[in-house]
């Protein structure tokens, strides 16, 4: 069954420091999400994207954050001078269609640790 | 505003008995429900899904019902076993562009 999948697993790093978490989303969507948990709290959403184009971010995506699909399979979020507070799971997520009936496959997070 | 809360945040039930998880929504204009479920170290995985012209859908072992006139749904898993254990979220898929809006989490624990 295809899945998303997710790298690192685990990530630590030092506030200040830039990291990039990896997505490959399955193959034939189209439409691309990252969602953050942080530990004991709920699932919150980051940002969407299409078409080489963020759809919509939530207030938490300010300008140090960043998603890219580098190749056709990729698909990633940069976080550019980490803080504290963004230790969380980042989960990616990805669907066929868009739109708000269609069914979003998640991949198993990655737990970033800020130091 | 956007909001989707839950009762409980842990429910314990004994195997083989049934599980009634709830779930409260503030938006009246909401119209898509999705139930899911995380188990330790995983993503979330899709449950089940109802939209508001349905009172009630049924998969396999599980059932959501929604009430939109007080906005509540819940989730009752039937026969629940231990491989149910996990944390369970409800979300609303309000938005065009498919952004989901979590709820809280009920952590259901299933003692043998």
């Known amino acids: 069954e295809p899945e998303v999948t997710q790298t690192p697993s685990h990530q630590v790093t030092q506030m200040g420091q830039e990291v990039i978490l990896r997505c490959v989303p399955i193959s034939n969507h189209l439409y691309f999400y990252w969602y953050r948990q942080i530990l004991g709290q709920k699932v919150e959403f980051l940002v969407s994207f299409y078409n080489n184009e963020i759809s919509e971010k939530s207030e938490i995506f300010d300008d140090q954050f960043s998603v890219e699909r580098p190749d056709g399979s990729n698909f990633t979020l940069k976080i550019r001078s980490t803080k504290l507070e963004d230790s969380a799971m980042y989960f990616c997520?990805?669907?066929?269609?868009?739109?708000?009936?269609?069914?979003?496959?998640f991949g198993p997070g990655t737990r970033l640790t800020v130091l | 505003g956007e909001s989707v809360g839950l009762h409980l945040p842990t429910l314990s039930v004994q195997e083989g008995d049934n599980s009634i998880i709830n779930c409260a929504y503030s938006?009246?204009?909401?119209?898509?429900f999705i139930w899911y479920k995380q188990e330790s170290g995983k993503g979330p995985q899709f449950i089940i899904d109802?939209?508001?012209?349905?009172d009630k859908r049924q998969g396999q072992r599980v059932t959501v019902l929604l009430n939109k006139t007080v906005k509540h749904l819940s989730l009752q898993i039937a026969a629940t076993q231990p491989g149910d254990s996990a944390v369970y979220f409800c979300a609303e898929n309000g938005d065009q562009g498919g952004k989901l809006i979590f709820g809280q989490g009920t952590e259901l624990s299933v003692k043998p």
């Open positions: 938006n009246s204009a909401s119209d898509y």
């Open positions: 997520a990805s669907s066929e269609k868009s739109g708000r009936y269609n069914e979003q496959f």
């Open positions: 109802i939209r508001s012209n349905m």
